[in-house]
């Protein structure tokens, strides 16, 4: 049997999930793969740092050595915001590597580019974690893509707004309240600016775009919005109303081929599949020619969740190569 | 490029669905899988009927012709009931074509069978469209299982009961009243008994067993219950002490390793995920080790949605062919 070495670039819960499970599921990924999967290889921040992690492990702070790692296949990146990421997958690339993303800032900017550079030189991208966490929208969409036509993604994209309106609502406080409590609870980084601005989502609704229609709007010409302004009163004259509001970020290609997009908060009625979608999970509406719409609701973010997402990749890619090598 | 020869047996409402998506999407799938793919032969049941078909395609009502047209590679089965066409399928197998269905109460009952010999003849089975029509429950289940443990799948997968007890609850009908309703708006068949009775649910429920956990509940301990005993009170008390009737299949395995299923009406609370599932829409939630919950919701039945299911399910066989191929 084959087998595939690994490296892991960025350790912290994601980098760590995905370490987990191709340990705990080894022989499941053999038996599905045919591939022995071996993590040979950890980038992170602080290498004084005590971790669980095997012996012949090479554990470093410099990604030269990662490359300088004797047979490489693949490189699970799991680092935050566009650098030094996009350049250590751009070398990952270059040398022949395969590359798997968690990396949303990133992935929206420099995606486009990396798939390019990936095709050129032969390997593959997956980046089903960029989005959604552990709902596989991107495999969701590709399948869909071979025979059938996407009209309009629109979703909840972002946990962590999510959860902090869904805590007005149920718990009657004020955005600040509400966030103090998402951080308490871990579902909000130190600096929760992305999440709360709608940057967050408007990277993945740019991800979801290329992956869609083949192309992005224009950065500029799409609004966006966070929570940040929604105060406490809204909330409650939105229930009271028997509406919620909910963050939504919403793509579509329009007739005449151009590209919309929007990220805010919008109020929405009972019977809309969104107004339900509480807490920290994810949903997201696919419009189609032939399906009319596909809704996938799941955990957006999470060490397992989105560990299990880049694993996934990881067996696509597999897949894909393999049927590369049939057709050339 | 190299090409790809299908037929379809039967030729109803999905396999005209998958004959017309085959066609309109041919360059696509060109581009996808690197096959173009042909209809060559169709089995129908009145070969007089006028049909709108290429003129260089078998059109027959003997299966015979079927296996005898030349390098078929792949047959899409649209029949309704066990009989002929796991016969017919048996046959295709044996003669080394793949096969790819839409027929629950066949393959709830021979699946594990068909899959079986299609292992030794190496072959590959597609059934996404047995469960949920367009909604991608069986490939979604299965990429979880790859590097995941599903624990427990429920659902709403019958989109005529689903139709029949929301209009029962928003129009203030009877079951009969509605019935008649579903029937006039094309959700229903001339004779409904298997969605009313729970038997088309039981079907599908059984197919994901075997999928999600490798084996079924022995058929008579997994209590059966349709919507056809419930009553317009019976609605009506629900909705005033907010709760909604939903026709559930559920289907777990439990920590011994047995498999308990059961399928039913139950009355569920505004939180839960399949409260606001309205209509002819189906939805699943998988339960698993790593995910916790991924809820699909879509179209159940429909030419084209079904259709596409089936076409989906011929670019994985592509794909999965072409992994072998590498592995051996």
């Not at 080894?26 to 022995?36: A, D, N, P, S, V």
């Not at 690339?93 to 550079?117: D, V, W």
């Not at 609004?223 to 970020?249: C, K, L, P």
Request: proline share 4%; net charge negative; glycine share 8%.
């Amino acid at each position: 049997m084959p087998s595939m070495k690994a490296a892991i670039i960025g350790f912290g819960t994601v980098g760590e999930g995905v370490y987990k499970i191709v340990n705990e599921k080894k022989e499941q990924l053999k038996k599905q793969t045919g591939y022995t999967i071996e993590i040979a290889a950890v980038l992170v921040k602080d290498v004084t740092k005590k971790r669980d992690l095997s012996p012949d492990i090479v554990v470093t702070d410099a990604f030269e050595d990662i490359l300088n790692t004797p047979d490489i296949d693949i490189i699970f990146e799991a680092i935050v915001g566009e650098e030094p990421a996009y350049t250590y997958l751009s070398q990952a690339i270059e040398k022949g590597i395969h590359i798997i993303t968690a990396n949303k800032k990133m992935f929206a900017k420099h995606g486009p580019a990396l798939l390019k550079h990936a095709e050129f030189r032969n390997v593959h991208v997956g980046y089903e974690a960029t989005v959604a966490g552990g709902v596989p929208i991107i495999r969701t969409v590709e399948n869909l893509l071979a025979g059938d036509r996407i009209k309009r993604i629109q979703g909840i994209v972002n946990g962590t707004s999510n959860f902090i309106l869904t805590d007005m609502r149920k718990e009657g406080v004020s955005f600040k309240t509400a966030l103090q409590d998402a951080k308490a609870r871990g579902f909000a980084e130190a600096d929760p600016t992305d999440d709360v601005s709608g940057g967050d989502a408007f990277y993945k609704l740019m991800i979801l775009s290329s992956l869609a229609f083949g192309n992005q709007p224009e950065w500029k010409k799409v609004s966006v919005v966070g929570i940040d302004h929604i105060q406490a009163d809204d909330i409650v004259e939105a229930t009271n109303a028997d509406f919620r509001y909910r963050h939504v970020a919403d793509i579509r290609k329009n007739e005449d081929g151009s590209i919309t997009g929007k990220v805010g908060p919008v109020l929405l009625e009972p019977d809309h599949p969104l107004y339900n979608i509480d807490g920290v999970d994810n949903a997201v509406i696919i419009e189609t020619e032939y399906l009319g719409a596909l809704t996938l609701i799941g955990p957006g973010a999470g060490m397992y969740p989105t560990g299990s997402a880049m694993v996934a990749d990881l067996l696509h890619i597999i897949r894909q190569q393999a049927t590369e090598l049939i057709l050339n």
